[in-house]
């Protein structure tokens, strides 16, 4: 993959990222990560691409855990929803499925990509988890937006 941005910090990269799904025309677009990890990332994603109608989340590939994610109140929030995933115009994978111990396997996060068969598939991940974890070379990410995280806790 060639890198085509360079930005600092999580706007930037929220920026980037309702850029590509706007630059795409996407009017689906699906979630999936990590149960718990990942949902808040999702439902950050979510709101900055709000004006999109139709977004879900699918945690820990589990297509049968489908959830729709709506705008109430306080922002993004996960609902029951029984929709059909089809006309899938892309799919985005959070680098919490690669992490050890907490992840899914590749092979499951394929499967469920094949069933979906999106437009479009975008990697959200931190610390380049993706190319750590090996998924760069098994997933066929169209584009992937990876972040680096520093900490500083003062007292």
Same mark, same amino acid.
């Given at each position: ?82 929709? =059909? $995933?089809?006309?899938?115009?892309? +799919? ?8 050890? !111990?907490? %992840?899914?396997?590749? *092979? ?6 094949? =069933? $979906?068969?999106?437009?479009?598939? +975008? ?8 190319? !750590?974890? %090996?998924?760069?070379? *098994? ?13 500083? +806790?003062?007292?």
């Amino acid at each position: 993959m060639e890198k085509i941005i360079e930005t600092k910090g999580l706007t930037p990269m929220l920026r980037e990222f309702k850029d590509i799904i706007k630059n795409n025309n996407c009017k689906k677009v699906v979630f999936v990560g990590s149960r718990g990890v990942c949902l808040p990332f999702a439902e950050l994603c979510a709101y900055a691409i709000r004006e999109v109608e139709g977004l879900y989340f699918i945690p820990d590939a589990n297509l049968e855990n489908t959830k729709k994610l709506i705008l109430r109140d306080v922002g993004m929030q996960c609902e029951e929803t029984s929709a =059909k $995933l089809d006309d899938v115009d892309a +799919v985005v994978l959070f680098g919490g499925l690669a992490m050890p !111990k907490i %992840g899914v396997d590749v *092979e499951k996060v394929n499967d469920l990509l094949n =069933k $979906l068969n999106p437009n479009l598939v +975008v990697g959200f991940c931190f610390m380049s988890i993706f190319q !750590k974890s %090996g998924w760069i070379d *098994e997933i066929e990410f169209d584009y992937l937006i990876d972040g680096s995280i520093e900490d500083s +806790v003062f007292k």
